[in-house]
């Protein structure tokens, strides 16, 4: 069975900075490709960043440069580091695995952005 774990989330003031990770178990982690996404309420699921195994990380526009993306084939675990935090970074943050036709999801972690 494929479960993906995602931990972190919380709240932070505007400037602050959490670390997300996301562990799965029952997938050859290695083989995938992982991503972060989140999601607003009456909003479609966002793409925040990508990182393949061995290949180079891509970011959304709005995260660049503060935002890192990082996996541990090792631990099984994909992290997300999120700096400099702004109010409208403000949602569920989900973890996706994918590789050919294969995807998985995790349940989400909230991030709320608020003095």
């Known amino acids: 069975q494929v479960q993906l774990v995602e931990s972190g989330g919380g709240l932070v003031q505007p400037g602050g900075s959490l670390r997300l990770s996301c562990t799965a178990s029952?997938?050859?982690?290695?083989?995938?490709?992982m991503r972060w996404y989140r999601q607003v309420p009456g909003k479609q699921r966002e793409l925040v960043a990508t990182v393949p195994n061995g290949g180079a990380t891509v970011y959304a526009n709005s995260v660049k440069g503060r935002f890192t993306i990082s996996r541990d084939n090792a631990k099984n675990t994909v992290y997300l580091q999120m700096n400099s935090l702004k109010p409208e970074d403000t949602a569920v943050y989900y973890c996706?695995?994918?590789?050919?036709?294969?995807?998985?999801w995790g349940r989400g972690t909230q991030v709320t952005v608020s003095s």
């Open positions: 996706n695995a994918i590789y050919i036709n294969y995807s998985h």
């Open positions: 029952g997938i050859i982690f290695s083989d995938y490709t």
